[in-house]
């Protein structure tokens, strides 16, 4: 089984995260999302972050094609953004930072 925690961070604006953790099978898919709310634009992030670590980043919506076979998935009329891999594996037990920064003009 896979574990994954999720744990909202915002730096700014309003990012947020419902559930706490789920059990999945590896080789499943799996679509994490959180909710963004920015007046202005701004850059989200997903970081990952494995036991007794500190987070590391994993994507941004700079670049939706992560490491490992992840990539996202930016709805702006929904304010949505998805963290997505269609096979998870073991290796991806870990807890999952979805984070929002404004830009600066």
Not at 80 to 92: A, C, G, P, T
Request: aromatic content about 16%; charged content about 20%.
């Amino acid at each position: 089984d896979v574990i994954i925690v999720f744990s909202g961070k915002n730096t700014g604006q309003s990012v947020s995260q419902e559930g706490s953790s789920w059990f999945v099978i590896a080789g499943e898919r799996v679509i994490l999302n959180c909710t963004f709310q920015a007046s202005v634009l701004s850059y989200l992030y997903w970081y990952i972050q494995y036991p007794n670590k500190p987070p590391q980043l994993l994507i941004s919506d700079l670049s939706n094609q992560g490491t490992r076979g992840f990539f996202t998935k930016k709805d702006s009329d929904n304010m949505f953004y998805y963290l997505i891999k269609e096979k998870i594996e073991i290796e991806d037990s870990a807890v999952y930072h979805c984070a929002l920064r404004d830009t600066m003009f």
